[in-house]
């Protein structure tokens, strides 16, 4: 079979192309645990406001840290302001009682998608004092650009 000199040269483009988005996932995955979370946790998204794992929202010390939990749900996230104590991991637990939304903090690499039915979670460690804008990255509904809140990362010692 022939195949013209050009097509040929597309064809290993594209073959070299997959071969480095590949190796790109597989980097990033093993090298800068970028990953899909592996920890599977349910809920029953209808009963979700008063299940006991979502019932007190907001920050809670914990021995290794602090601990995070927020409802996403249209149109806001609750808390709406979240305070935390910078150079300590904070936990962060989601969960959507209604549609997929998207729980991103601009200005870090903390970005979950919130999905009902399930909890999101991750920890990360804010080093920099300062506020940071949370915004929904899912297109969630008419009210999706009213979703936003806001971050806190208080200096160690008090005052932020
Ligand atoms: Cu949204």
């Known amino acids: 079979m022939h195949v013209d000199l050009y097509e040929k040269f597309w064809m290993w483009l594209s073959g070299v192309l997959l071969a480095l988005f590949a190796a790109a996932i597989i980097y990033t995955a093993a090298a800068q645990a970028i990953q ?11 009963t979700s406001r008063t299940d006991p794992r979502f019932v007190s929202l907001g920050v809670t010390e914990t021995a290794d840290g602090q601990q995070v939990v927020v409802m996403a749900q249209m149109f806001a996230f609750t ?23 998207g729980f991103q903090i601009v200005g870090s690499n ?3 998608m919130v999905i009902p039915g399930y909890v999101s979670q991750y920890t990360i460690t804010f080093n920099r004092p300062g506020e940071y804008l949370i915004v929904c990255n899912e297109y969630c509904g008419l009210g999706h650009h009213l979703m ?8 160690p010692g008090g005052e932020g």
């Open 36 to 46: 899909p979370p592996s920890h599977v946790e349910t809920i029953d998204p209808t």
């Open 79 to 101: 808390p709406t302001e979240i305070r935390v104590t910078a150079g300590r991991p904070v936990t962060f637990r989601l969960t959507s009682p209604d549609v997929i939304h």
């Open 110 to 112: 903390a970005n979950t």
């Open 148 to 155: 936003y809140g806001t971050l806190i990362v208080e200096a």
